[in-house]
Structures are given as C-alpha cells and as structure tokens.
C-alpha cells in the first residue's frame, strides 16, 4: 500500500506528522468549578443525615431513616464523584496515556451500584416493617423532613448547570432533586398517619423511595455500564459519523470506525479513511477533526488514511469496503 502525504491536526494549532495518521484533539475540560458545589453540598448533606437519622430512630420512623440512608448513599457518591473529578485532571504519563479521565466512568459506575444496594436494604427493611407496623412521631417527622426539602433542593440548584453534559454531574443534580421529592413524600406520609393513625404509611412510603433511588439511579447505571464496555456514548449516531467522513471530497470508503467514552465528558473515535487520491493533507484532516468535534462532540479524532482498501483485509475485525 502506498501512503499520502502525512499529517494531523490538534485542537490548539500545531501539526504533526503520524505516518498516514490525522489526529485531532479538542479538549473539553471537567467542570473545575464544581468544587466548592461538591464541598457545599457534601458538608450540608453530611450534617441533616446525622440529624435525620437520629430523630428518625427518636421518632421510629422507618420511613426517615430510609430517606437518612438514601441521604447518606448520596454523601458517598458525592465524594466519590468528586474524587473523580480531581483525579481526571492529573496528567497522562508513560502508562496511563490518557491521564486518569475514565475515573469519572468508574465513579459513575460505583455510584449506581451502591444506590442498587442501598435501594435493597431498605425494601427489605420496609417488607419486615409491615408485618409488625410501629407508631411514630408524625409531627417530628415532618419537622425533619420538611428541613430535608430546602437542603436536597438547595443542593440539586448546585449542579443543576452542568447536569447535560456529563453523567456525573447528573448524578448528583439527579439525587438531590430526587431526595427533594422523597423529603416531600415523607411530609405527606406523616400528614396523613397523623390523621388517620395508619401506620402502614410509613414502609409503603419507604417502598416508593425504593422506587424513586432505582428510577432515578438505573439510566445513570446502565449508562456507566456501556461506557466501561468502551460502547459509544449514547448521544453519538456511528452510522451517522461515518455517514459524514464518507461525503467528505475524495473519501472512496470508510471502515474500522470506532468511538468510544474516555471518561463521562470526553470522548475519542478512530477511523480509516480510503482515499484513492492519496492524503490530501493537513487542510483535509483539520476539517475532519473540526467537523466530527462541532457535530458529535468527540474531541479525539485519529483518521487513517489508506489509498488501497486491500489493506482492510489484513488489519480489520469489521467488514470491509
């Protein structure tokens, strides 16, 4: 196979040569300014799930401790989600060429499955409840709770700007709204048990905040599942991608089109490109990098350029052109 001219293109100007290789790079950077929103959040959250456990177990509500758990879940994938966030900043090295970035996945992926967990335990315990119902201080109970919706409500405001563009964010804009509402539905429960004295309102409300943390906790799961599996994020279309790079001037064929999840912001795709002209040059695969970077969103683009697809044969685990 004979090669064009060689070139590649980076985000911030410079080009370099890669033996038929175009490389593209257009950082998106982790949301820096998340960091007081998670010291913020953490240490608010930290303080009401001591005072929400303690008053649940004074006023023996099952279901204010069940909220005090989902709070305290949360605290823990708050920090996680934080901690990754700092360790996808440190910068790639000899081993971990792409630096720390698919921390973030990992946190993701802990988070929602500690949530699954805590999810169950608290079903479990809601099951045993109502067999045997206790009495509970409905008055206390809501005091509590209500206090439980201006801090979970206060602390989704936090992240509620950057919850679109990365899972771990959303995860914490996603829990916190959902402990807002959970909070509610523990008002209400204890509203009515003081009306009526049915105290089988309390593990039924524990039961909905079950369903709540896995309505809320399986689409981030699922999500961080596929992207550990290196699937492509779910906002990019491949068939579109490579619908794209196969209209631009002098591409006879695309194959061995991969993209993939770096970390839960940043996303990388590699390709080859058959052009039988040769590499038309640096101008060609800037365009390339620039185009696949506004319309998907991917910011590392590595294209292969080849001029005979027999090539294909020889290298590819696809079909080839």
């Known amino acids: 196979m004979q090669h064009g001219p060689e070139g590649g293109f980076v985000g911030h100007g410079h080009h370099h040569a890669h033996h038929g290789h175009g490389h593209g790079h257009a950082h998106s950077h982790a949301p820096d300014s998340y960091g007081r929103a998670f010291a913020v959040g953490i240490g608010l959250n930290v303080a009401f799930v001591a005072i929400e ?3 649940g177990f004074l006023a023996n509500s099952l279901a204010l401790l069940a909220d005090a758990g989902h709070n305290l879940s949360d605290v823990i994938g708050l920090v996680v989600a934080w901690a990754a966030v700092l360790l996808g900043k440190k910068a790639p090295n ?3 060429t792409y630096g720390l970035l698919g921390s973030s996945i990992l946190a993701a992926l802990f988070n929602g499955l500690f949530l699954m967990l805590a999810a169950a335990g608290i079903a479990w315990q809601a099951f045993v409840r109502f067999s045997d119902p206790q009495p509970i201080a409905s008055g206390t109970v809501m005091v509590v ?5 201006a801090i979970n409500t206060g602390t989704a405001l936090l992240f509620a700007r950057g919850r679109k563009g990365d899972i ?3 995860g914490a804009f996603l829990h916190m709204a959902a402990d807002a509402a959970v909070s509610a539905g ?3 429960a204890a509203l009515v048990i003081g009306y009526t004295g049915w105290q089988w309102i309390d593990p039924a409300v524990s039961l909905l905040i079950v369903a709540v943390i896995v309505w809320s906790t399986w689409g981030l799961l699922s999500e961080a599942v596929a992207m550990s599996l290196n699937a492509a994020p779910s906002n990019v279309d491949t068939r579109e991608v490579e619908r794209r790079l ?3 001037p002098g591409v006879a064929a695309v194959h061995d089109l991969h993209v993939w999840a770096m970390s839960t912001t ?3 795709m590699t390709a080859h490109l058959v052009m039988p002209g040769g590499n038309p040059g640096d101008g060609f695969l800037h365009d390339a990098a620039e185009m696949i970077r506004d319309r998907f969103g991917i910011g590392h683009t590595t294209l292969q350029i080849e001029q005979d697809s027999a090539i294909c044969a020889l290298e590819s685990h696809t079909r080839c052109p």
């Open 53 to 55: 456990a303690s008053y």
């Open 94 to 96: 000899s081993r971990y």
């Open 145 to 149: 709770a209500a206090i439980g919706i």
């Open 168 to 170: 771990n964010i959303r």
């Open 186 to 188: 523990v008002v209400i």
């Open 246 to 248: 196969s209209e631009m």
């Open 266 to 268: 940043e996303s990388a």
